[in-house]
């Protein structure tokens, strides 16, 4: 049975809400929120109890806010309990979201509004299909589904947190599940064993990501896509309205139910009725204040910060990289550290969710996260070690100096770092090959993670030829020759940083697409192109200089021809912190924008098809062509 099939009648344009293509007096509906719902979240803590990165980018994709706490329920309910295969779906989730539910008031000193759990399985004949363990058992997997139809269930559970009068904090449970059916063509030995070697179908539940390659093995789909891609945004947002648009007040009530008590991960009685004390602020006995969990955070924000920049400097995800777990005596003895310093440290970082804390016998030991392991090691492909050391050692000095930038409304480099230091930014055009270098890291770093984000944004097809302006190392350029084989991209940037850039040429990359050009964007002739990048580049001119470049750009582009820029986009009408604001903060030149005001700029200058993709990742991106 289908729950809804084949639908996305509710909010039609939240899928497409982050693209779209309109005229300038659009603009200022740019951002206008299509999704009534999802808005009914924001100023509230919502937290996702999933680490999976598909259901963070589809709640994501959407505008909604919200903070990632993995749970640390482990998914080993006895199948054999659930009559039905979507009552074990359902209940994992429930219990997977409860335990971060109850876990955030004393590990991370805050009360979630809402947390969010989800579970996914693939069902055929009325067997669950797990993940695979090896490629042995992703092939006996795909072998079930192969030529078939089969379900693809995913249980959603959404607990409400309310603190009652008594301090005590209350659960409530909504719960629901939505089923797709998936048909998969008959496939070949030799294909099923081409898909299994691509890697894809390891933690994947029914051993296929239908969103990526997977979807080449499947014929037809009955029922909500993003349900097999891991979330029913849809019907989610369905149960949003009845929580939160429902008539009634005490809406929550109708719908949903206590939560079970006795479930995994209990509280130490110590520890959470001291925090739920501290949740309640009270003036007099009838007066109740909300805690400000808001300003709770941010005190502790800059202490988590300096964890994760120590960590890393330390090089303590590295060394737990290197063995399946490790106790904290044997971290302390390799990184040369205290024993009680490092056990602290090790303690910090699994309450930010960075470590995981584990009890062997006696032992108590730590491994990475998933994601750990993803951005934190510094041999991974997407490693951010580099921009995180560059933040602690050159801009944390500068927030250091936040004060005296506000008073004197200039440049604090010389306070922070001493006279003979140059600006990060002018590295590029110093002969500091040293710091040079580590400013190129750290945007390389960086790049790499945005990159096939930005690539991926617009179609591209109709362009043969790209310069990426200020391109440096080419992590950008060499991601967008990865995902557009028609491509050639040509880096344009300094003759310093030209000169150090084969450092960075990856491995295993047809490399001859991508060439590297010398040159000054603003006193040099520049490469022909139908297309411009500038990614991190306008944000940080001024006015003056914006202008020359662009001007420079439409001169010489023809009908046809494109400007892709990439930057932090400024949110509009909503009041959460952007990090392009608070970049904002030390940058002496240059003004960061929202999308319709690159917008408006990219018109100006003659390119008025414009398109915009909030990619979710570091840096957006905005595309406009000329007509
Ligand atoms: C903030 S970085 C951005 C790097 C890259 N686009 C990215 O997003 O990863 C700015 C880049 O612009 C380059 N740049 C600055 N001024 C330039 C100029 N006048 N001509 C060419 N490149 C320049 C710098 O060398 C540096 O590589």
């Known amino acids: 049975m289908l729950t809804s099939p084949g639908r996305v009648r509710y909010f039609p344009a939240c899928l497409l809400v982050k693209v779209c293509t309109f005229k300038s007096e659009d603009s200022h509906k740019l951002t206008m929120v299509l999704n009534p719902v999802i808005s009914k979240l924001s100023g509230k803590l919502v937290v996702l109890a999933s680490a999976s990165p598909r259901r963070l980018e589809i709640l994501t994709n959407v505008g909604m806010r919200f903070e990632v706490v993995p749970s640390w329920f482990k998914e080993n309910l006895d199948k054999a309990l659930f009559k039905k295969p979507y009552e074990y779906a359902v209940e994992t989730a429930k219990q997977k979201a409860l335990e971060v539910a109850k876990r955030m008031p004393f590990k991370h000193l805050k009360t979630p509004d809402i947390v969010i759990g989800a579970d996914t399985i693939v069902t055929v004949g009325g067997l669950i299909l797990e993940k695979p363990v090896d490629k042995q058992d992703a092939y006996r997997i795909l072998s079930r589904l192969n030529g078939k139809e089969h379900s693809v269930y995913t249980g959603v559970a959404i607990i409400l947190c309310h603190e009652k009068e008594d301090q005590e904090i209350e659960y409530k449970v909504v719960d629901f599940y939505e089923e797709t059916k998936v048909k998969f063509a008959d496939l070949s030995e030799e294909m099923l064993w081409e898909y299994i070697h691509s890697g894809e179908p390891m933690d994947k539940a029914g051993g296929y990501g239908i969103q990526a390659l997977g979807g080449m093995l499947v014929e037809h789909v009955q029922g909500d896509f993003l349900n097999v891609v891991g979330f029913p945004l849809n019907h989610f947002c369905k149960e949003l309205d009845k929580i939160f648009n429902s008539p009634s007040s005490d809406t929550a009530d109708r719908r949903c139910t206590l939560a079970a008590e006795g479930m995994a991960g209990e509280i130490p009685e110590d520890h959470s009725s001291a925090v739920r004390k501290r949740n309640v602020a009270q003036c007099g006995s009838r007066d ?60 910090a970082v699994v309450s930010l969710g ?74 590029a055009c110093c002969n500091h090959r040293e710091k040079q270098l580590q400013f190129m890291k750290a945007m390389h770093s960086m790049a790499k993670v945005a990159g096939s984000h930005v690539a991926t944004a617009f179609d591209l097809s109709s362009f043969r030829t790209a310069c990426d302006l200020g391109g440096c190392t080419g992590a950008m350029a060499f991601a967008f020759s990865k995902v557009h084989p028609a491509l050639s991209v040509i880096v344009f940037d300094l003759p310093a940083v030209v000169e150090m850039c084969a450092h960075f040429h990856p491995r295993g990359q047809d490399l001859s697409r991508v060439t590297f050009v010398a040159g000054d964007f603003f006193s040099d002739d520049l490469p022909k192109a139908d297309l411009y990048i500038l990614a991190r580049i306008l944000h940080h001119l001024p006015a003056e200089k914006v202008h020359a470049l662009l001007s420079k750009l439409s001169e010489i582009c023809k009908p046809g021809c494109g400007v892709l820029l990439s930057e932090i986009f400024l949110d509009e009408g909503t009041r959460g912190q952007s990090s392009g604001i608070l970049q904002a903060l030390t940058m002496t030149q240059g003004v960061q924008r929202s999308a319709a005001e690159y917008s408006l700029l990219l018109q100006k200058y003659g390119f008025t098809q414009v398109s915009i993709k909030h990619t979710g990742n570091f840096l957006d991106a905005i595309l406009g062509v000329k007509p």
Not at 396 to 413: N, Y
């Open 354 to 427: 960075l470590l995981e804390k584990l009890k062997l016998g006696d032992t108590i030991a730590y491994r990475n996260t998933e994601q750990t392991s993803r951005y934190l090691v510094s041999t991974s492909e997407l490693a951010l070690n580099e921009y995180i050391l560059y933040c602690d050692e050159r801009v944390w000095p500068l927030f250091t100096h936040l004060e005296q930038s506000v008073l004197e409304g200039v440049s604090q480099h010389d306070h922070a770092f001493g006279k003979r230091c140059e600006e990060p930014s002018k590295h």
């Open 288 to 347: 109740r204040f909300e805690f400000p969990h808001r300003i709770a955070d941010l005190l502790d924000g800059f202490k988590a910060s300096k964890a994760l920049f120590t960590a890393c400097k330390l090089k303590v995800f590295d060394l737990l990289a290197s063995a399946e777990y490790l106790s904290a005596t044997q971290v302390a003895g390799n990184i040369s550290g205290s024993l009680m310093g490092t056990e602290r440290l090790l303690d």
